[in-house]
């Protein structure tokens, strides 16, 4: 089955700094990435997402990277603020129906 | 809209005894899932929902029955506890399974303690 790893566990950055978090995947059939955020306290929810056929993505300061020759993809933040600091999860889906698979999540700390 | 609506937030059990997690969503959403979220391991699938009648298991389905016997509604039956079972349980669930349709919305999450 997928295994999807992340990477890094834990991030701090400067405000005003970009953040990256890496994930790789082991199922060349997985064609849908979505990565979710999680506040403190609260659920996951959706942040952006790429699928199979798409090289990038992006929405104002975050951008999804995927090169599926090496199966990995990023989640870039740039100029980072308070506000972003959470845990980020990666997650990958192969074949058909909803069943992600998810990174083990980055703890993001964003320093004012 | 409530959106997901899980119940209890907090619950804690002792070993051998049996509960429901309550999930339920007014979106009108045909899938519907649990994930447990435990340290380092992100999110692991339990068991998921296509439609109203229809259950399958995830990742880790063992020790944990799940029905869904109307569109809202999709409890989550722990039938004998265990400490191994000590986690936060999310319920999530997406208007389909079809691309563009797969966002899943999440509940706040029920922190289960089994001692």
């Known amino acids: 089955g997928e295994n999807v790893e992340q990477h890094p566990s834990t991030l701090s950055v400067q405000e005003g700094d970009s953040a990256v978090i890496k994930c790789t995947y082991s199922?060349?059939?997985?064609?849908?990435f979505p990565w979710y955020k999680q506040e403190l306290g609260k659920g996951p929810q959706l942040i952006i997402d790429?699928?199979?056929?798409?090289g990038e993505k992006k929405d104002q300061r975050i951008a999804v990277t995927l090169n599926k020759t090496a199966k990995h993809f990023s989640l870039h933040i740039t100029e980072t603020q308070p506000e972003d600091s959470a845990v980020y999860f990666c997650?990958?889906?192969?074949?058909?129906?909803?069943?992600?698979?998810f990174g083990a999540g980055t703890i993001l700390r964003v320093k004012s | 809209n409530a959106g997901v609506t899980q119940t209890p937030k907090f619950q804690v059990l002792k070993t051998g005894q049996s509960m429901t997690l309550q999930c339920a969503q007014d979106?009108?959403?045909?899938?519907m899932s649990w994930y447990r979220q435990d340290p380092g391991m992100g999110l692991r699938l339990i068991h998921y929902?296509?439609?109203?009648?229809?259950?399958d298991q995830g990742e880790v389905p063992n020790g944990y029955n799940v029905s869904r016997s109307t569109t809202e509604d999709f409890p989550l039956r722990l039938l004998s506890a265990a400490p191994s079972q000590t986690s936060v349980y999310f319920c999530?669930?997406?208007?389909?399974?079809?691309?563009?349709?797969?966002?899943?919305?999440f509940g706040s999450g029920t922190q289960l303690s089994v001692l």
């Open positions: 999530a669930s997406s208007p389909g399974v079809v691309p563009g349709n797969e966002k899943l919305f």
């Open positions: 199922d060349s059939a997985s064609n849908y």
């Open positions: 790429i699928r199979s056929n798409v």
């Open positions: 997650a990958a889906r192969s074949g058909y129906g909803n069943k992600l698979v």
């Open positions: 979106m009108n959403h045909e899938y």
């Open positions: 929902s296509v439609g109203a009648g229809i259950t």
